[in-house]
């Protein structure tokens, strides 16, 4: 059976996961416009008044993270954060298009991408043992475990067409 014959349960599955690697490039191009308004503010002095109106106690837990991040954020350069964003959002938006299309080259770019991730998910989830960085490491490994399968079906039917 060729790819573009697999069953509908298959194809469902690969869109799925392209409609997701979709909305992770354009939640990174979300995010990088979203960085490149704060420029030229005190994100620290907004994210203060913020927890004052809400009225969260800045020492707790939650928002002493987030105040660590946001001082982490301006010590970074911005414009090279947001370009490292706009070429993940550009990777991520490419592998979407590549499997929505049945491309094999999109299913090497998700095996491999997620692939590199798994270190970092299993030792972040060793730290952090929380549900869902369980779901996050159990999904990636799942979407990469789909995509070997796929790529073996694939080589498996090539060696039998040239036969």
């Known amino acids: 059976m060729s790819p573009s014959r697999t069953p509908t349960y298959r194809n469902n599955t690969l869109h799925a996961i392209a409609l ?3 909305l992770k490039g ?3 191009i979300a995010a990088s416009l979203g960085l490149l308004s704060l420029v030229h503010h005190d994100v620290r002095a907004i994210a203060y008044a913020l927890m004052g109106h809400l009225h969260v ?5 939650f928002p002493q ?3 660590d991040d946001i001082s982490a954020l301006q010590n970074a350069n ?3 954060v947001v370009l490292l964003a706009w070429g993940y959002s550009a990777i991520r938006l490419t592998e979407a298009y590549g499997l929505w299309r049945d491309k094999a080259w999109a299913e090497w770019l998700a095996a491999v991408s997620g692939a590199v991730y798994l270190p970092l998910e299993l030792s972040h989830l060793v730290a952090h043992t929380t549900a869902i960085n369980g779901l996050v490491l159990v999904g990636n490994l ?4 789909y995509m070997v399968v796929r790529l073996r079906r694939r080589r ?3 060696a039998k067409a040239s036969t």
């Open 26 to 28: 354009l939640a990174a």
């Open 20 to 22: 997701f690697e979709a």
């Open 142 to 145: 799942a979407v990469v475990a």
């Open 78 to 80: 911005l414009r090279q």
């Open 65 to 67: 993270m987030l105040l």
């Open 57 to 61: 106690n800045p020492d707790a837990r």
């Open 156 to 158: 498996n039917q090539g």
